[in-house]
């Protein structure tokens, strides 16, 4: 089955950290170009962070710059968000995305509430 399954999100604290996972299944994870999105609550879905087939990190946007760390384990067809120093406005659902030439697949993300 061809599917993208996040998980790590929960409740953290402001200056919290969590790490968020994204398992994929069903296709040749390391030939795919992944990212993170996020959408809070009345907000359009923006881009977190992305990186390449070849592990070139491409971009954050500024506002996790500093904080947030994208990785990945193609043994594991895995990709992580590392999330260091977590602020209010990080409070979003939380999705991975993949794509190849035009291709795209989501999952169905993971809530990430940060709050004291």
């Known amino acids: 089955q061809v599917q993208l399954v996040e998980s790590g999100g929960g409740l953290v604290q402001p200056g919290g950290s969590l790490r968020l996972s994204c398992a994929a299944s069903g296709f040749t994870f390391s030939s795919y170009t992944m990212s993170w999105h996020r959408q809070a609550p009345g907000k359009e879905r923006e881009l977190v962070a992305l990186?390449?087939?070849?592990?070139?990190?491409?971009n954050y946007a500024d506002s996790v710059k500093g904080r947030f760390t994208i990785s990945k384990d193609n043994a594991k067809a895995t990709v992580y968000l590392q999330m260091n120093s977590l602020k209010l406005e990080d409070t979003a659902v939380y999705y991975c995305k993949a794509e190849r030439l035009g291709f795209e697949l989501w999952g169905q993300g993971t809530p990430v509430t940060v709050s004291s």
């Open positions: 990186i390449t087939r070849s592990s070139i990190i491409a």
